[in-house]
């Protein structure tokens, strides 16, 4: 329990304050007041409380849980509230908006490092490796020096992941974010993460775990190396902060001792340097640099508050996916990708030596995929690679009948077959999940309502006389048949065509329109005449 400051029998010898070895002691407008984020009793440092001890009257006390209601306090004006139409938001979904969710979902399953200047970090190319992105952390105790022990990795919190969303979301509303500050209090984070349900935790016990959370989304420091990429010149960005924490505003209520409660927290973000390049709407009308968003599901959020827990796998696979489906509906993802990204590579190389950590592996797997399903998140297996005897029992039981004759009937069928459905997994089920694949997963309503709605504006009359006048041109719809005629993947056309996936996915959609020379290139290669 957390220790408090009676200001009234406080004598300010601020003695207490230089002894305190979390640094939870503050003073502000001559009152004293400890962090509960910050304080732990000094354990593991000492053993009692310095606090205590340091001071000449005894004056610190355990904090009691405060009661009653919290007082209406005046506070500065917070940006406008999140989505609006109760399902979902835009928000920026730029490679290094997905990195960073990476990283914080991920974690310790990341190939962590020491760089050169012995700094924890993690790297990654993107780009077909003609570019790269990079991520540093700095520490707790001092938010401007960089970490330099890997042990911090183990820190991170998966819940940061939804902060990082959250200011994504806001960053969207901004005509210059990388200028501009958007402004959250806790009252609306609680609501976003469905804290408010939380009837088991304390006041003080959400605002520190707030606090925690977003302290750990502003210490991500970004550096990216971006080649030219069509009319977008090649940039650098080196160590900037994903998110600039401009201010942080407690607000107090005080009893009749001088005991002051924090009731209330009000941060003031501004978004780091990448969003002047992917996240710049005049920029990407003079073709110099992005603007990159989709469409943020208030249910994601709350989802992965409330599984993080028990099903961790579950929740990084949601995070992930929400970047992976934005990019086109049939990704044909293989189990192998899937596995690294719910469990991390050590853990799937483990398993693939071990046979119980095999078999403890796969059972945690088909639970989380059953989880996604709950959640709306429908795998579609490839009926080749993946067929119904090496699926897991919960897909196998989509189709039991409702009605308790016909189940009877189905059940007793299948007694009498050669195989059952709960029969144990074939030989060799682990070999061949390895070369299994999810052709796409069907995702909620709240999830698919962007792209529903652009494939609307596709099928307007207005462009659907734009495609009759264009007489010769190569559409998007004829690459798309072409490449799937082909059982070609976007990322394998990309590369035939030297283009890179993302140019190949606006083709498809109708956003770009191929050069005449492109069209050559894309003509060949796809055999289209």
Known sequence: MPYTIPNNSCVGCDNCRPQCPTGAIKLENNEYWIDPSLCNNCEGYYAEPQCVVACPTHSPIPMQAKRGR??????????????????????????????????????????????????????RQVNQGRGAIAFHITKPSNGSELATELGIIDTLDIRATCIHLIFAAHATALDQPWKQEFTVDDRQIEKYLGLEKRKDLSKTAKLALMKNLVLQTCSLITSINWPQQGRVKGFSVEGS???????????????????????GLTFKVRAGVWAQYFLNKQGC????????????????????????????GAARLMVWLLFKTKMGKEQRITVPTLLRVAYGEEKVNLACRQR???????????????????????????????????????????NLPEDPDDALDFWI?????????????????????????????????????????????????????????????????????????????????????????????????????????????????????
């Open 70 to 123: 919290c007082k209406v306090d005046i506070r500065d004006a917070t940006s406008s509230d999140l989505f609006a139409n109760g399902r979902s938001n835009p928000f920026a979904s730029a490679i290094v908006i997905w990195e960073a969710c990476n990283v914080l979902s991920q974690r310790t399953s990341l190939p962590w490092e020491i760089d050169e200047y012995g700094k924890v970090c993690y790297r």
């Open 241 to 263: 902060r994903l998110w600039h924490l401009v201010d942080l505003q407690h607000h107090f209520q005080e009893d009749d001792l001088g005991c002051k409660y924090l009731i």
């Open 285 to 312: 009308k003079e073709r110099s640099t992005f603007y990159q968003y989709g469409s943020l599901p208030k249910s994601l959020l709350t989802t992965v508050m409330s599984i993080w827990q028990q099903h961790e």
């Open 356 to 398: 119980e950590e095999r078999k403890r592996l796969l059972r945690t797997f088909e639970n989380d995929l059953e989880i996604l399903n709950h959640y709306g998140m429908k795998p579609m297996f490839d009926p080749v690679t993946y067929p119904p005897a090496i699926q897991p029992l919960w897909a196998k039981l989509v």
């Open 413 to 529: 069928k299948d007694a009498t077959g050669k195989t059952r459905l709960t029969d144990a997994g074939p030989r060799g089920k682990w070999n061949m999940l390895m070369n299994a694949r999810i052709l796409s997963f069907t995702l909620p309503p709240e999830w698919d309502q962007q792209t529903s709605e652009s494939e609307k504006k596709q099928r307007s009359p207005k462009n659907r006389t734009k495609s009759k006048t264009t007489a010769g041109y190569l559409l998007g719809e004829q690459i798309l048949q072409a490449r799937k005629n082909l059982n070609l993947s976007q990322r394998e056309l990309a590369k035939l065509a030297g283009k890179s996936q993302s140019w190949i996915r606006d083709l498809e959609n109708g956003r770009l329109k191929a050069k005449l020379e492109d069209q050559a290139v894309l003509r060949k290669v796809l055999g289209i005449a």
